[in-house]
């Protein structure tokens, strides 16, 4: 099997789903577009996983085709529109969740409270919160870890080398600014399809 080709066991206390064919199709997409898979999830039942730097709708099609080739059942935030209309039914089968931003303590609130009504339940989340250049990192996926009392664990989309880079999990502390530079060094290295684009975690 090609180096690129290959895609890391999971654990079995991570939630499940798909079969062999879609692994097949995940790997098979990653393979086409030259991506590989770095790392290794930690073998958890509940786990906010943040992935930036997001500055391309590629990002989207690397995200999915890797969930699909890890056999990952994970849920994923985003904002409200892209769940209207008739892609509505297929965002959702691919494990989205509509929020609205214009209400983020209730976005942090509602989360956290499917957190607590799930046995197991991995959650992807941009902490850039859009695809533009921003000043500083959204923090909702901070409060949801902290209030849901899961880690952190940091997957890096870098551009630079085609490779999804799975960091180290990060369990909330009481010092948040020394959890969020630990983060942004899981980060340093990765350049976004956009360079220009990609947002420090400040």
Not at 5 to 28: F, K, M, Q, T
Not at 74 to 98: D, E, H, Q, S
Not at 184 to 193: E, I
């Amino acid at each position: 099997m090609p180096a690129h080709s290959r895609v890391p066991d999971i654990g079995d206390a991570l939630p499940r789903s798909g079969g062999s064919i879609s692994r097949a199709l995940g790997r098979g997409v990653l393979g086409l577009l030259g991506w590989r898979i770095e790392g290794t999830l930690p073998n958890v039942a509940k786990a906010v996983v943040i992935v930036a730097p997001h500055t391309s709708n590629w990002d989207f099609v690397i995200g999915i085709a890797a969930k699909f080739a890890l056999g990952l059942r994970a849920a994923w935030l985003g904002k409200n529109t892209l769940f209207r209309g008739p892609l509505g039914p297929v965002m959702r089968w691919l494990g989205g969740i509509p929020v609205d931003r214009s209400k983020p303590h209730d976005v942090v609130a509602q989360t956290v409270a499917r957190f607590a009504g799930s046995e197991r339940l991995v959650l992807g989340i941009s902490p850039e919160g859009t695809r533009k250049a921003v000043a500083r990192w959204r923090m909702g996926f901070y409060h949801i870890a902290c209030g849901a009392a899961v880690p952190i664990v940091p997957v890096a989309f870098d551009w630079s080398r085609h490779a999804l880079v799975i960091g180290p999990p990060l369990v909330p502390s009481d010092d948040p600014d020394a959890d969020l530079a630990a983060l942004a060094a899981c980060f340093a290295p990765a350049r976004g399809r956009r360079g220009e684009l990609t947002s420090p975690p400040r």
